[in-house]
Structure formats: C-alpha cells, structure tokens
C-alpha cells in the first residue's frame, strides 16, 4: 500500500544500519529475516551491524552463521554467503561520537540508510542524537523497535526527539505483531468480503473477546520483564493493534495514510481505561525468576474491558486478555453476536448462551471459522452450534521482521503505527498504569487468576482457545527388504 507523494523521502534505503547486532533480537529474528530478504531479492545493499562487542568482521559473520544454522536451519549456503559479503560491522560505544565517525565512513557513499534501533529502549535518544550531531540523518529512514515510549509522557517525548532529527513520514515504529500474515488477514477479510460490513456494528455485536495466551514464562529476560509487565508489553502494543484492525472504519482511500488514520481513530474513541476494567495477575514462582525482585508487583497477566465510544461500537464490550505461563500458547478473537430477538424454537434458550460468532484463530495454525446454529435430524425444531471452518488459510511463512525492515525500506507505512496512533494508544492506557489493584497470584498451567472471569460474566465468560492439534507421528520407515 505504498503511496506516493512529492514529500515522500526517495524510494528505496541504500543501507540498512542495525544498532543492536550482537544482541537476543539480531540473533532470533533479525539475521533470519536478513537470510529470507537476501533470497528472494529484496536485499542487495550494505547492511552495517553495530554494537558494543569488539568483534571482528568475520566473528559478526560467525554470529550471523549460527543463527541461520539454529532459527532457520539454513537451506541454502549460497544465500548466507550473499548475505555475508553485504554485513559489515562497526564497534563502539553508542555514547562515543567516534561510532557515529565509523559509522559515517562504513556507509561510504551511501546517501538515503535506513537506520534500525534493535536496542534497548532507554539508548534511542542516545543513538538518535548521536546520528543527528553527525550529520547522519538527512534523506535517512529510522526504524525503532517497540516500546515506543513506557508511558504516554515518555512516548511523546521520544516522538519529539525523533521528529527533531527525522520527519514523520521517516519514522518507522515496529510492532512485529503486525507484519504477521494472521493480521494482515483480518484488514483483508473486514474489507475483501462484503457481507461482513452490515453486521459488524454494536446493533448485532454483542462482545469481542480476545486471548493472547503463552504457556511459558519470561524465560530469561526478567530484567526486561521488570521494567515492562503484561501492560506494557503486550496489551498496549500487540492487543490495542489487533481491536484496531477489528474496529476500524473502511479506510477512507488506498494508501497507508488512510489506514493509520482509521487506526488511530479506534484509539482516539476508546474509553482511558479505569482501574475497575482491569485485572492484574502473576504467575505463582515469577518472585523467583533471575532478576526479578522477590517482593515485584510487576504482572504476568492481564484481562481487562474496553469501550470504543464511536457511533459503530458504542455499548459493545471487548474483552482482552493476555498473560504468561498459562495453559496453552494461543492468539485468538472471538466477535459475538446477538441472538435471535425471537423465541421462534424449542432451542431458543440455548440461543442465548450459543449464538453465532465470528472466530479468527492468529496463532498457530491460524484459521477463521463462522459459529452458526443448523437444526438436528428429528420431529422437534432443536439445533446444534457448528463452525463453517477456513482452515487451509494460504497464509505461507511467517517472518514478520522479513516484511517490516522490506516494507520500511520501501517506505510503505501500511504495517506500522505513526505518532498519533501511539500517543492515543498510551492515553487509554496510561491510567491504570500506576493506579491499579496488587497483582494477583495464579498457578502456572492455569487460565489466570479467577477475579478475571468476574469481568466477563455477564458475556458468558472467556472461552479458552484450544492447544494446536499435535504434530502427526513421523511415518515409521519403510520395511527393509530381505535379501
Ligand atoms: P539485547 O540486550 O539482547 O541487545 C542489546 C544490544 O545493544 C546489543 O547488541 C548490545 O551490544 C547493544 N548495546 C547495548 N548498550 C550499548 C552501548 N552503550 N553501546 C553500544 N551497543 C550497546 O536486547 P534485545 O535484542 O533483546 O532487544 C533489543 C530491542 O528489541 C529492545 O527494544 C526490545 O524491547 C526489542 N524486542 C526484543 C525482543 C526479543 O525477543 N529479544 C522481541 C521484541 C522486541 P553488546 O552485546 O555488544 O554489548
């Protein structure tokens, strides 16, 4: 959804600078994205690693083989080699104007680099300020990983200083969540199937339910995990993303302009959350994980209800729940309609409490299933609720970062969020940021703690989305043949 402009910045980044190369990310994602990038042909230019290890070229290239060979299993060692003769590497500390000095004479004559913030949060300013005191930032493009800011003062901060450095329409805020194809589908499927657009209002939805649930624990980044919380990490990114997509208006004109409006339209029409629309849970055995402080607040779990006070959803309640260490890794939304208004069938109670709804399962194996009641073979008008299920969804691989650093370099913005879309994501936030109940205990393996069904009741409560079907068994080997 590229669209231009004459203020657009040129077209395509001749480098991609990624601060943070030695660290937990590059090694995951980011040389991963970097290998599929190479091999299908969206990479060709310089790719300047930095960080604070005093590492060798070629020990950034051993880096980079590792990480092939453990996240992807490495298909095809021309393409890593292609990859490697365009990764170079500068060392430095980001404070030292000297890194910013080596940094210049890495790009060589590079004119328009796309510089990519990989680092923790409290060094963009840093490394921002250290690019604009050398005269890095003209014609550039800064991507910056989340969290954009850890508060709505801090985000608006951070904005200013970018925007002091870089213009808006250069300022890419990643949130990988939304560079997954399971996403990207449910902006395809609102707007692609025009059936959908009578029904998706507050006069025949009666709730929105969300889960984005993961059966492990913070693993080993509880210094991270201190600073952060499920608010914070999840739920103001990831799941304010995702009601987004499901509550926006048609965008006005194709373009991303059109869509980040439409998104941030949703943000500017929910209601600041109140510390009575939100439980807070953590995970019984969190106080003992390394670097986190044995009497921590910090919470493992949220469930929480929004209101969006637009003419389309006003009185609708979505209820969003994420958290960690529970019983199955699971993203799903389930939209709820309203019954039937008449008793017409000997069923008509269990209408209430088994109505339609509409099922987008995000993860892992995502699908999209349409709930509906069909009468059961017999003498009396009684039913069953059954699921009309797309579940061979040609959704392809999923390499989110693949798409964002491609679609930022391109400088389409269709998949990332602009500033006012941040800043009124962190308003309905921001409140209960601070002034919210103690966390509350509950046992790994479980679905959080139970004050958290009390949110939803009244809606008929939370509805679990089931584990992946198990892998099947590997095919026994064939018989050998007997001489
Ligand atoms: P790490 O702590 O693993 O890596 C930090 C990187 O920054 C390292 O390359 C480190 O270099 C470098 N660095 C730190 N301080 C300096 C300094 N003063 N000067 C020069 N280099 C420095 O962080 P992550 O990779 O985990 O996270 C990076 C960003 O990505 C964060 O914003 C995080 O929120 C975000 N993120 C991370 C995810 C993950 O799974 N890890 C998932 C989603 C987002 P060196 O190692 O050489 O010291």
């Known amino acids: 959804m590229a669209e231009h402009s004459p203020h657009s910045p040129p077209a395509h980044s001749d480098a991609l600078v990624i601060f943070g190369i030695s660290g937990d990310l590059a090694f995951k994602k980011i040389f991963p994205a970097l290998y599929a990038m190479v091999k299908n042909g969206a990479l060709s230019v310089p790719v300047i690693g930095v960080a604070a290890s005093d590492w ?25 080699e292609r990859l490697l003769a365009l990764l170079f590497y500068v060392h430095g500390d980001y404070r030292a104007a000297e890194t910013f000095s080596a ?74 969540y939304l560079g997954k194809e399971a996403l990207m589908n449910l902006l395809y499927f609102r707007f692609a199937n025009s059936f959908f657009e009578p029904l998706w209002n507050r006069d025949n939805i009666a709730s929105v339910e969300i889960t984005l649930a993961e059966s492990f624990g913070i693993e080993e980044r509880g210094a991270f995990y201190e600073t952060a919380g499920c608010l ?59 670097h986190v402080a044995s009497d921590s607040d910090v919470e493992t779990f949220c ?16 209820f969003l729940r994420s958290g960690k260490k529970l019983a199955n890794t699971a993203a799903e939304v389930r939209v709820h309609l309203k019954p039937p208004p008449q ?23 995502p699908a999209i299933a349409l709930a509906t009641r ?17 579940s061979e969804i040609s959704l392809g691989h999923d390499l989110p970062y693949e798409r964002l650093l491609g679609d930022a370099m391109e400088g389409d913005a269709t998949l990332f969020s602009n500033q006012e ?46 584990a992946p079907a198990p892998a099947p068994a590997p095919a026994p080997p064939p018989p050998r043949a007997t001489p």
């Open 374 to 390: 069909v009468k059961c073979a017999g003498e009396s008008f009684v039913g069953q609720q059954r699921e009309l299920y797309l």
């Open 103 to 176: 940094i210049k004479a890495a790009l060589k004559n590079a004119q328009r680099p796309a510089y990519y913030l990989a680092i923790p949060p409290s060094l963009f300013t840093v490394v921002i300020q250290g690019l604009q005191s050398a005269g890095l930032t003209e014609q550039a493009r800064i991507i910056v990983e989340k969290p954009f800011g850890r508060d709505l003062a801090s985000a608006q901060e951070l904005s200013r200083i970018a925007q002091s450095a870089f213009a808006e329409n250069a300022i890419f805020r990643i949130d990988h």
């Open 421 to 466: 879309a941040v800043e009124a994501a962190w308003a309905v936030v921001n409140p209960v940021l601070t002034d919210h109940a103690p966390a509350l205990p509950y046992p790994p393996g479980s679905w959080g703690p139970p004050e958290a069904d009390a949110l939803i009741a009244a809606c008929g409560g939370w509805h679990n989305p089931e």
């Open 303 to 318: 469930a929480l209800r929004l209101w969006i006070d637009s003419w389309r959803w006003h009185g609708v309640p979505w």
């Open 343 to 365: 008793r017409l069938f000997d069923d008509a109670d269990a209408h209430r409490t088994q109505a339609n709804y509409v099922r987008f399962r995000l993860s892992p194996d």
């Open 232 to 290: 914070r990490d999840v739920v103001e990114n990831h799941m304010l993303q995702i009601v987004a997509l499901l509550a926006m208006e048609p965008p006005a004109f194709q373009g991303f302009k059109a869509v980040q409006q439409a998104k941030a339209n949703v943000f500017y029409a929910m209601r600041a959350l109140v510390p009575g629309d939100l439980v807070r849970g953590q995970y019984i055995g969190y106080r003992n994980e390394p």
């Open 56 to 80: 060798t070229r070629e020990q950034l290239h051993q880096q980079a083989r590792k990480s092939l060979q453990e996240e992807t299993g490495m298909d095809d060692p021309a393409v890593c």
